[in-house]
């Protein structure tokens, strides 16, 4: 079974901007729907975004809309969500996951979804 996996993430000021990365293998692209949920302490997941890899569509949260943008390398067989004027909210471990539904993908995978990575902390300071 192919693993996702998410390196990258880390600690930046309000502002700054992080790039993730997640090695998504290519049969994941033609089965699944994949994207990016959240968690912070205390609070349920939350979809972040989440692309239609045939179509180009994409999802954002409202909450991250014209900040965040998810992005994929099939090539390469990488997912990104490169993220922008970060604020001490979006502080939380991030996944990348694949499901083969859109609205668990969306909802941040509350339900589970059938695959995601082992999470990579974002921390934003004030």
């Known amino acids: 079974q192919e693993q996702l996996a998410e390196p990258g993430g880390g600690s930046v000021q309000a502002g700054g901007s992080l790039r993730l990365s997640c090695a998504i293998g290519?049969?994941?692209?033609?089965?699944?729907?994949v994207g990016w949920f959240r968690q912070a302490p205390g609070k349920e997941r939350e979809g972040v975004a989440a692309?239609?890899?045939?179509?180009?569509?994409?999802y954002y949260a409202d909450s991250v809309k014209g900040r965040f943008t998810i992005s994929q390398d099939t090539d390469k067989n990488m997912l990104y969500l490169e993220m922008n004027n970060l604020k001490p909210e979006d502080t939380a471990v991030y996944y990348c996951?694949?499901?083969?539904?859109?609205?668990?993908?969306?909802?941040?995978?509350?339900?589970?979804?059938?695959?995601w990575g082992q999470g990579t902390q974002v921390t934003v300071s004030s």
């Open positions: 996951a694949a499901d083969a539904s859109w609205s668990t993908v969306i909802a941040g995978c509350r339900e589970g979804c059938q695959y």
């Open positions: 290519r049969s994941y692209y033609s089965r699944y729907y």
């Open positions: 692309i239609v890899t045939a179509a180009g569509t994409t």
